[in-house]
Structure formats: C-alpha cells, structure tokens
C-alpha cells in the first residue's frame, strides 16, 4: 500500500506491471489512469498545488480505508502536481483483490475520493488567463455513494 505524490511524469504502463508483479494472492487487478482534460476554451495548462505532508497522508489515509472496506490485497495511487499539459498522465490508481467487484469497488472508491477530498488545489491556464478549479456537484454525489 503505497502513495506518491510528484512533479515527474510517469510510465503508467510499467506501474501496472510493477504493482501486478508484487500482490500475492489477488485475482484481479484494476487500474485507473488520468489524463489533463483539454475543457476550458484555449486552455494551455493545468497547474496543481499541495502541501506535501498533508497531501500525502491524506491519500495514504485513504488507501487504508479502502484496503479495510474493500478487503484489497494492495493498492497504490500516485498524483503528479506542478504544471501539466493537456493530455498528459495526471494520476493512476491501482488496486487489488482476491476477486474482481472488491477491486473496482476500491479503485471507485478511491477516485471519487481523490477527486472531491484530495488536498489538490488546481488552476486552469487558458490563452485567455487563469481560474481556479472549483469543486463539482456531480463529484461529490458519487463521493456521497460511499
């Protein structure tokens, strides 16, 4: 069970590889792969700001969670921050479980929480000029389902 919070881009491939290699027991394996959404008009950038000490143990509070209600054999999600293009990898969750629902239940759980609770604080760069992202309805619904 491990969290990562970076600037660097990441293979998502060789992730899923890794973690599949290391969970002993799972019969099924899920992964989550986000990419900047091109959604405002001329936009150029995504940028994400976070406090690392919080951040980080927050989302690893989190993978606790999801290990116990889910009954994961592993999980791991990692969360770039800094500046990004449209189109690139932003994050990825994994999952694992003995059996399939427990494993996508923990990686939906996982992103919903990512999503709407996440101490991320993210801005939009457009050619025009910059926004704040502001929090979703329709995010913290499937927040609520949990």
């Known amino acids: 069970m491990a969290a990562r919070v970076q600037s660097r881009a990441f293979d998502p491939g060789a992730e899923l590889s890794r973690f599949t290699a290391g969970v002993a027991g799972a019969g099924a394996v899920v992964s989550f792969t986000?990419?900047?959404?091109?959604?405002?008009?001329?936009?150029?950038?995504?940028?994400?700001?976070?406090?690392?000490?919080?951040?980080?143990?927050?989302?690893?509070?989190?993978?606790?969670?999801?290990?116990?209600?889910?009954?994961?054999?592993?999980?791991?999600?990692?969360?770039?921050?800094?500046?990004?293009?449209?189109g690139a990898v932003i994050m990825m969750v994994l999952t694992a479980a003995p059996h399939r629902q427990a494993a996508f239940q923990g990686a939906e759980f996982l992103m919903d929480w990512l999503k709407s609770r996440a101490p991320f604080w993210k801005k939009e760069i457009t050619r025009d000029g910059a926004a704040w992202v502001a929090a979703k309805d329709d995010d913290e619904d499937a927040l609520a389902r949990w």
């Open 34 to 86: 986000g990419v900047v959404r091109d959604v405002a008009p001329g936009m150029v950038a995504m940028e994400i700001e976070h406090y690392p000490a919080m951040t980080l143990r927050a989302i690893e509070a989190m993978i606790a969670e999801a290990v116990a209600r889910f009954g994961l054999t592993g999980a791991e999600v990692v969360h770039r921050h800094g500046r990004l293009e449209p």
